[in-house]
Each structure stands twice: as structure tokens, then as C-alpha cells.
């Protein structure tokens, strides 16, 4: 299974899903390539908004390594599933995709019982309530895809 993650800039939301569900799929003991992007180019090359990262150091994830790169026509065939932040990203990956001809796109809190966007901490300032959606969702998505069996 290969899963890309997908928010804006790729400094906050998106490293957030691919760290903490990268953290659940090595616990489970499974083994699937997951990894995130931007629809923007402005955060290129840059690492984990600091926000972000101290959260995540305080639940025991490192995100060193991490560097914002933008979503590519290519990553669609890569990828088995595309997975967007909100509402604005799943316009914006279709954009670049040229469309989902197969159906590869989903928004993280469909895979939870509340779906939606992910809290956005660049405008909300609350890193913890992001950290609280993007854990539901990556959780819910793992339920997901270890009942469909991949
Ligand atoms: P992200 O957060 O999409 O969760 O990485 C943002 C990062 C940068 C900007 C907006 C949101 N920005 O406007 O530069």
C-alpha cells in the first residue's frame, strides 16, 4: 500500500498524517510507503513548521529529514492513495492530477465519524487540535485498510 498525504504547504497537516501514520503502520507491524506533499510550491525545501514538530516530539515522533516538495502528475500512478487536508487541497490535487480517473482521492476525516477538513493550525494557532484530527483520521484510515485487508 502506498499512501501520499496532501495539505497546502506540506510544512504542518500533511507531515503530520505521514509521521503519525508511519508511527501506527510500524506498531501494527505492517509495511506500506507513506509520505506527503504540497499543492503549493511556497514552502519548497523547507522543514516541519516548528508548531508542528514540537508536537510531535511530545508524542515520541521525529520528523528530521522532512522537506516540503510539491504534488506531481506522477505521484497519481504512484500513489494507490491521495489524501487531502480539506476541501481546498482535493480541488488543488485534482487540478494537478488532471482529475481522479480512479477514484484515488479521499479527505482524511472521511475515515473518521467526523468528516471535514482537518483543523488548519497555520489560521486556527492550535496545533493540538490538528494533532487530535490527523490522529482520528490516521487511525480511522488504518481500521480502514486492515479490514479491507491490504
Ligand atoms: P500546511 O500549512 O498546509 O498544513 O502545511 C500551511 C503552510 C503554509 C501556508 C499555509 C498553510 N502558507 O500560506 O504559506
Given at each position: 500500500m502506498k499512501i501520499?498525504?496532501?495539505c497546502l504547504g506540506n510544512i504542518c497537516r500533511s507531515p503530520m498524517a505521514e509521521f503519525v501514520l508511519k508511527k501506527m503502520v510500524r506498531e501494527a507491524g505492517l509495511d506500506y510507503?507513506?509520505?506527503s506533499?504540497?499543492?503549493s510550491d511556497e514552502e519548497h525545501g523547507n522543514p516541519v513548521y516548528p508548531?508542528?514538530?514540537q508536537v510531535m516530539a511530545r508524542h515520541g515522533i521525529?520528523?528530521?529529514?522532512?522537506f516540503a516538495r510539491q504534488l506531481t502528475r506522477a505521484d497519481y500512478e504512484k500513489y494507490n492513495l491521495?489524501?487531502?487536508m480539506d476541501r481546498s487541497n482535493l480541488r488543488n490535487m485534482q487540478r494537478i492530477c488532471g482529475g481522479d480517473p480512479e477514484g484515488k482521492m479521499s479527505l482524511l476525516m472521511d475515515y473518521t465519524d467526523r468528516p471535514g477538513d482537518v483543523a488548519d493550525p497555520w489560521y486556527t494557532g492550535d496545533f493540538g487540535i490538528a494533532w487530535r484530527d490527523v490522529n482520528d483520521g490516521c487511525r480511522g484510515?488504518?481500521?480502514y485498510l486492515t479490514e479491507k485487508g491490504t
Open positions: 501520499l498525504f496532501v510507503e507513506i509520505a506533499a504540497a499543492t508548531p508542528a514538530r521525529d520528523c528530521s529529514g522532512k491521495l489524501i487531502g484510515l488504518l481500521q
